[in-house]
């Protein structure tokens, strides 16, 4: 949104009821939460829905909001749908991962012909939860790292840590497979 001045009304007119406000903060948030929920998930419907599910509990919460970075706050409420999603979700995700490293012992190169964003989703898709959703916030939500590190509660120096080390195993998967 355009200026903090601009935020904090339309924040306040959420908080008042006012649709449009709800309308406008939707409309700015939409496209960097449903990518967020996209290259955590890898599944489009999943993101939609997660990305709605955010939207929902957004008017359910936003009088919770205290100010401060809003960012980091939606982005918090946004981390806690995802991991209630893999809660409800991890039998069904569990049997992903094996049927992925299955696929991966038959056939080694697999990731030679796929486009290159297909190829790092998959590879993003065998990093651990926390790792992957640091990613995910940093470089495709476009958050800073201390958004991030606001968002977890944690100092900064833990959150650029363990960007750091997630990336440098990323790494290691796109040159192992390639």
């Not at 590190?149 to 840590?161: A, F, H, K």
């Amino acid at each position: 949104m355009a200026g903090d001045n601009s935020l904090e009304k339309t924040i306040e007119g959420c908080k008042q009821g006012r649709n449009e406000s709800f309308e406008k903060l939707i409309n700015a948030y939409s496209k960097r939460s449903y990518a967020y929920f996209y290259r955590l998930a890898n599944d489009k419907t999943i993101a939609e829905d997660l990305t709605s599910e955010l939207f929902v509990k957004l008017v359910e919460k936003i009088d919770s909001f205290r100010g401060g970075n809003f960012n980091s706050w939606l982005f918090r409420i946004a981390s806690n749908i995802f991991y209630d999603h893999l809660r409800r979700k991890k039998r069904r995700q569990e049997f992903y991962e094996k049927e992925i490293n299955l696929q991966r012992q038959q056939n080694p190169s697999a990731g030679e012909d796929e486009e290159d964003w297909e190829y790092l989703q998959q590879k993003l898709q065998q990093l651990d939860d926390e790792t992957r959703e640091l990613i995910t916030l940093r470089y495709y939500s476009g958050m800073s790292f201390r958004e991030i590190s606001q968002m977890r509660s944690e100092p900064i120096g833990t959150t650029l840590s363990k960007v750091h080390r997630g990336l440098k195993k990323l790494k290691t998967l796109l040159t192992k497979g390639a």
